[in-house]
């Protein structure tokens, strides 16, 4: 609530003013597998580290809050030219991707960030939000421990991927995973001794989905133990050998 009133106060500065300012958007990379591996205690004692390590990034003027989970948000007001945020972002993705030290235990991660500017991008808090979510998306998308700047075609493609992630979900319901299983031929004597199994999503619509399209986003949204533990259809061998 004091970041929506913080930031609603500055964009009173933008119009009236013409300053600028921006908004970063921050998630912390694969902060799951973190409770995962060490547990949820573990994991609160790393958000309240990397909270520590944020606020050494910012300067008396910003503002910086938790918005769930492993997520943050940046208010950096009084911009006079865009590289101040890229120069911001790039201190915390360098700074909180260092290794860190919870308990004895050395855990590394790292940080992406999507910045969204005004008045470029928005002039009210929801919009800038929503935007600069939209380039923290295609930070991860790009390889995370990134930033981006928000861009307008990527509304587009963010609709794109949770299409993908609702189609996806029907699809664990549905069955529509199936298996094929690839010979490998020894060459020498053209036997075959053995085969790859290889998992392939028939969506009722897109069709035959490239494994490199589903199987990182259902790695990302947790899905991809339940796609495991189903017994989809086998297939019968099909491909070349060679």
Not at 32 to 37: E, G, L, M, R
Not at 82 to 108: C, Q, T, W
Not at 220 to 225: A, W
Request: hydrophobic share 45%; aromatic share 8%.
């Amino acid at each position: 609530m004091l970041f929506h009133e913080r930031l609603n106060e500055a964009l009173s500065r933008v119009r009236r003013d013409k300053e600028r300012l921006a908004v970063l958007y921050l998630d912390l990379d694969r902060f799951k597998t973190v409770n995962d591996t060490w547990g949820h205690p573990t994991g609160d004692l790393l958000l309240k580290a990397a909270a520590d390590r944020l606020r050494l990034c910012l300067r008396d003027s910003d503002l910086v809050a938790r918005f769930g989970g492993d997520e943050f948000a940046v208010l950096q007001p009084g911009l006079v030219e865009p590289y101040e945020a890229s120069a911001l972002a790039d201190r915390i993705v360098k700074l909180m991707s260092e290794p860190y030290d919870i308990e004895g235990k050395r855990i590394v991660t790292g940080v992406s960030a999507g910045i969204a500017l005004a008045p470029d991008d928005g002039e009210s808090s929801d919009l800038l939000l929503k935007n600069a979510d939209m380039a923290l998306y295609q930070a991860k998308e790009d390889g995370r421990r990134i930033f981006r700047f928000f861009e307008p075609g990527m509304d587009a493609c963010l609709r794109t991927r949770r299409a993908l992630e609702l189609d996806l979900c029907n699809a664990v319901a549905a069955s529509e995973f199936e298996v094929y299983y690839q010979p490998l031929v020894t060459l020498e004597t053209g036997v075959i001794s053995g085969f790859e199994a290889l998992l392939r999503w028939h969506h009722p619509v897109r069709g035959m989905v490239a494994p490199a399209d589903f199987i990182p986003l259902a790695e990302e949204i947790g899905l991809i133990v339940p796609i495991g533990c189903e017994k989809p259809a086998p297939r019968r061998p099909r491909g070349r050998t060679i």
